[in-house]
Every structure is written in structure tokens, then in C-alpha cells.
């Protein structure tokens, strides 16, 4: 008794990478395997409010990432810009201060005001030479 299927006329024998053969019909085999694919992905080209969708997208974080960088990425930007302007604002009202002390101290103080200009600026000589 043969318990074995009846092999067709054009079979052929195909080894395997295992190094062991098989008979086989070539119209049934799958074609030939010739590596993985390689997608390239140029991140450099996207658009700027694009680039870290695609980052996401890419490394297979998920939607939620994504709409977290679409949502987050600009307003992070809209923060920092109004800390900017804030910082900015205020280190030109000091200098305004400054310069109005300055100038009230040297004008009303008379004798004793321009003493006391040139004591601060003699003191601020010393301390930069200190450095």
C-alpha cells in the first residue's frame, strides 16, 4: 500500500534553504524571495508642521502621538514665544527705570548727585577689573 499522493508530470526537485529537497510543481511555487523591502522616508522634505506626524507615523507610535504633536507642537511654540516677549518686555522697562533714576539722581541731587552717579560708576569699574 502507498499511502503517498501521485507526483505530477513536471514536477521538479527544489532544495530548501534548510539544504533538504522536495519535489515540487514550479507553477505552484511562490516567486523567488529577494530581500526585504527598503522604504525611504526623507523627513527632511516635509513640510514643517508635518515633520513630527511623520515621525510618529514612522516609528508606529500611534494617532494619539500625532495628535498630540499637531495639538501640543504649536501651542508649546506659542508659549515660549510669550515667555520670550515677556522676558524681553521686562528687561526694557528695567533699563527705562534705570536710565529715569539715572537721570532724576543727577539732575535733583545736585553736588551730591553727581557724586553719587560717579561712586556707582566708579564701583561698577572695579567690579568688572575684579572679574
Same mark, same amino acid.
Given at each position: 500500500?502507498?499511502?503517498? @499522493?501521485e507526483?505530477p508530470a513536471?514536477?521538479?526537485v527544489v532544495?530548501l @534553504?534548510?539544504?533538504?529537497h522536495?519535489? !515540487?510543481?514550479p507553477?505552484s511555487? @511562490?516567486?523567488?524571495?529577494?530581500?526585504p523591502q527598503?522604504?525611504?522616508?526623507?523627513?527632511?522634505?516635509?513640510p514643517p508642521?508635518r515633520?513630527?506626524q511623520?515621525?510618529a507615523?514612522?516609528?508606529?507610535?500611534?494617532?494619539g502621538?500625532?495628535?498630540a504633536g499637531?495639538y501640543?507642537?504649536?501651542?508649546l511654540?506659542?508659549v515660549?514665544?510669550?515667555i520670550?516677549a515677556?522676558? !524681553?518686555m521686562l !528687561?526694557f522697562l528695567?533699563?527705562m527705570?534705570?536710565?529715569?533714576?539715572?537721570?532724576?539722581?543727577?539732575?535733583i541731587?545736585?553736588?551730591?548727585?553727581?557724586a553719587?552717579?560717579?561712586?556707582v560708576?566708579k564701583?561698577a569699574?572695579?567690579?568688572?577689573?575684579?572679574?
Amino acid at each position: 500500500m502507498n499511502h503517498l @499522493p501521485e507526483l505530477p508530470a513536471n514536477a521538479s526537485v527544489v532544495r530548501l @534553504p534548510d539544504g533538504t529537497h522536495v519535489y !515540487a510543481d514550479p507553477a505552484s511555487l @511562490p516567486a523567488t524571495f529577494q530581500g526585504p523591502q527598503v522604504v525611504h522616508q526623507h523627513i527632511h522634505q516635509a513640510p514643517p508642521d508635518r515633520t513630527v506626524q511623520r515621525i510618529a507615523l514612522g516609528s508606529g507610535i500611534g494617532a494619539g502621538a500625532v495628535a498630540a504633536g499637531v495639538y501640543f507642537g504649536p501651542l508649546l511654540v506659542g508659549v515660549l514665544t510669550a515667555i520670550a516677549a515677556n522676558i !524681553a518686555m521686562l !528687561a526694557f522697562l528695567a533699563l527705562m527705570l534705570g536710565w529715569g533714576v539715572h537721570t532724576v539722581v543727577k539732575s535733583i541731587g545736585g553736588s551730591h548727585g553727581e557724586a553719587a552717579v560717579k561712586n556707582v560708576g566708579k564701583a561698577a569699574k572695579l567690579a568688572r577689573r575684579r572679574r
